[in-house]
C-alpha cells in the first residue's frame, strides 16, 4: 500500500489542496513515537482561516482511520501509525514476491535518458579519475533503466583532437615498435610524456603537433591509419578494465564519430547570426551571460571540444529524442558545459534545459598528485588488483569460502566502486584501503557482510514452518528495519531527481545497519515460537534481497559467504 498517497487521499476528502501537493507535505516524524507518517497543517491555515494546531485536532477527529492503528494530533501536526501487521505483511510479502525486480518501476515509460560517462582519453592509461565517472554514470544508467526509462549508455571517448597530432609527432620521433606490441598504452604514455617534455625545450613541436592533427582532419591516410591504430589498441585495454567491473555500454560514438557532423553546427550557428570573428578564431559570444566566448573554429579551422559536444547534442537530439541528456564529467567541466547549453539554447534548441552537467571531485592520494601529461598517474586496473590482493590476504583462512579468487573479486572490486559512490559525488576522495575493505563501518565489504550474513541464517534454517504472523514482529528495531525496506524505491527516485548515487549508497547502508541491529537484538532460528522463527526468517530474507537489489544498481556484485 502506498501510504503517503492513502494519507493524501484522506486529507483531501476534508479540504482543498491536490492530492499530489499534499503528498509533498508529508513527512517522516523524527522519532517513532510520534508515528510513521505526519502532515503539517501550516499550509492548510491561510485556506481554512484557522490556527494550524486547531485544524489539526478537527481533521484529526473527522478523518477515517482504516488502515491505520491510529490517528493523533500533535499541536500543528496530524500523526498517522500504521497498522503494523498489515504494513509488514504488505511490504515483506510484495519483496519476496518481486524479488531482482523489487524497487523497480514503469515511472519511466516512454521516456530516453542519454548518460554520458566514462569516456576515457585515446593512447592514455584508465586511471583512477576515470571510476568516478565511469561509477556514477553505471549507477544512474541502471537505476533510470530500472525505472523503465529507455537508457543509453554513452562511452564519448576521447578520440579526436589536437593531443593526436602530438602523438603522431611522437609516434615518428621517439616510438619502439616492439614495446608497443607489448605494452601499447605504456608506449604510448611514454612517448606523450616526451613529447611534453621537449617541446618545452624546443616549442616548434607544438606547431608540429597541430599541424599533423590539421592533416588528420583533413583525411590524411597516414594520420588516420595511425590513429586508428591509436584507438585500437586503447579499446583493448579499457575493455580489459570495464570488464573487471561489469561495465557495458550503449554506444562507443566518441569525438571522432562527429567529424563529419561539424558542418551542421556550423551552418546552424551561421544561420542564427551567432558566429563572430575574434583573434582569427570563430566564436559565439557569451559575455552577456558572465561567460567567456565559447570557441567553435580556432584561428587554423581545426574544431575543438565544443564544436564536437555541440555536435554530439544535434545528432542525440535526432537519433534518440531524449528527455534528458546527461553528462557525466569533472566538476572542473562545469564552464564548458555552461557554454554548450548556452549556445544550444540561443540556437532556438528549447531541449538544451533537458541537457544536465553532472560533476564530480577529484581521486586524491595522500603522497601524490595525478597528472597524465607528466606520467603521475595510478592506474585503475592496478588500484582494482591492489583492492583484490588485499581481500584475498584478508580471507584466505576462512574455510567456509570455496571460490576465494571469486569472492576476493567481488569484494574488492566492489569496495573501491562503493567508496566512489558512498559520499556526495562532488566531494573528493583520499584514498585509506583500512577503511575501504573494513567490514566495520560505511563501506563496501560492510554492506556485503551483512548480505552474506543473512544469508547464512536462512542456509541454516531447518524445519520452517508454513504459517506466519507479521503482528509478531512488534519491536521497534523489527518495525523500523521494514520500514527502510518499504521505502527503497523511493530513494531510487530521490537519487534520480538529484542524478546522486550516493542517495541509494547510504539507503543501502541504513538497510545493512538496520538488519545488523535486529540480529543483535533478536535470535531468529534458536526460537521455541516456530511462528516467529518462520516469520522472522521472512524478514531476513526480504533484508537479503532489498541490500542485493540496492547494490546491484550501483554496480556491485554480492557474496554468499564472507
Known sequence: MDY??????????????????????????????????????????????KAPNMIAEDL????????????????????????????????????????????????GEGKTVCVEYSSPNIAKPFHVGHLFTTAIGNALYKMFKAEGYNT??????????????????????????????????DELLRIYVKFHKEAEKDPSLEDEGRAYFKALESGDEEAHALWKR?????????????????????????????NDKMDVVIDMLKEKNLLVESNGAQVVMLEDYNMPPCIILKGDGASIYATRDLAAALYRKKT????????????????????????LELAGKDWAKDCIHVGFGLVKFADRKLSTRNGEIVLLDDLLNQSITKTA????????????????????????????????????????????????????PYVQY????????????????????YSKLNSKEEFELIKT??????????????????????????????????????????????????????????????????????????????
Not at 523524527?30 to 492548510?44: I, N, R, S, T, V
Not at 496530524?78 to 525486480?101: M, Q, R, Y
Request: aromatic letters at 12%; glycine letters at 6%.
Open 485 to 562: 525496506l518499504e521505502s527503497f524505491n523511493k530513494y531510487i527516485l530521490l537519487a534520480l531527481d538529484k542524478l546522486e548515487p550516493s542517495i541509494l549508497t547510504r539507503y543501502v547502508i541504513e538497510v545493512a545497519k538496520g538488519f545488523n541491529r535486529f540480529y543483535n537484538a533478536y535470535s531468529v532460528l534458536n526460537l521455541e515460537d516456530e511462528v516467529l522463527k518462520a516469520t522472522r526468517l521472512k524478514l531476513v530474507e526480504a533484508s537479503s534481497q532489498v541490500i542485493k537489489n540496492g547494490l546491484a544498481l550501483l554496480g556491485i556484485d554480492v557474496v554468499e559467504k564472507m
Open 60 to 107: 484529526k477527529n473527522e478523518l477515517n482511520s482504516e488502515g491505520f492503528e491510529k490517528i493523533e494530533n500533535l499541536g500543528p501536526y496530524i500523526n498517522f501509525f500504521v497498522d503494523k501487521k498489515e504494513f509488514s505483511k504488505n511490504t515483506i510479502e510484495k519483496i519476496l514476491k518481486e524479488k531482482d525486480d523489487y524497487g523497480k518501476s514503469n515511472i
Open 393 to 444: 590476504d584478508i580471507i584466505k583462512d576462512n574455510e567456509s569460502i570455496e571460490n576465494k579468487e571469486e569472492v576476493a573479486k567481488k569484494i574488492g572490486v566492489g569496495a573501491v566502486i562503493f567508496t566512489y559512490l558512498k559520499n556526495s559525488r562532488e566531494k573528493d576522495i583520499v584514498f585509506d584501503w583500512n577503511e575501504i575493505l573494513s567490514t566495520e563501518g560505511e563501506t563496501g
Open 230 to 258: 591509436f584507438r585500437d589498441l586503447s579499446l583493448k585495454e579499457f575493455q580489459r578494465v570495464y570488464d573487471i567491473l561489469g561495465v557495458k555500454f550503449d554506444s562507443l560514438a566518441g569525438e571522432a564519430f562527429y
Open 320 to 343: 534518440y529524442d531524449f528527455y534528458k541528456s546527461i553528462y557525466v564529467v569533472g566538476t572542473p567541466q562545469a564552464l564548458h558545459f555552461k557554454q554548450v547549453f548556452k549556445v
Open 4 to 49: 503517503k498517497k492513502k494519507i493524501a487521499e484522506l486529507i483531501n476528502s476534508k479540504v482543498h489542496l491536490e492530492v499530489e501537493k499534499i503528498e509533498q507535505l508529508i513527512e517522516i516524524p523524527p522519532k517513532p513515537e510520534m508515528g510513521d507518517y505526519a502532515f503539517p497543517c501550516f499550509q492548510l491555515s491561510k485556506i481554512m482561516r
Open 152 to 185: 543509453v549508455g554513452i562511452n564519448h571517448l576521447g578520440d579526436w583532437g589536437t593531443q593526436f597530432g602530438k602523438l603522431i609527432s611522437a609516434y615518428k620521433r621517439w616510438v619502439d615498435e616492439e614495446a608497443l606490441e607489448k605494452n601499447p598504452i
Open 450 to 469: 551483512a548480505y552474506a550474513r543473512a544469508k547464512s541464517i536462512l542456509r541454516r534454517a531447518e524445519n520452517v514452518s508454513d504459517t506466519v504472523d
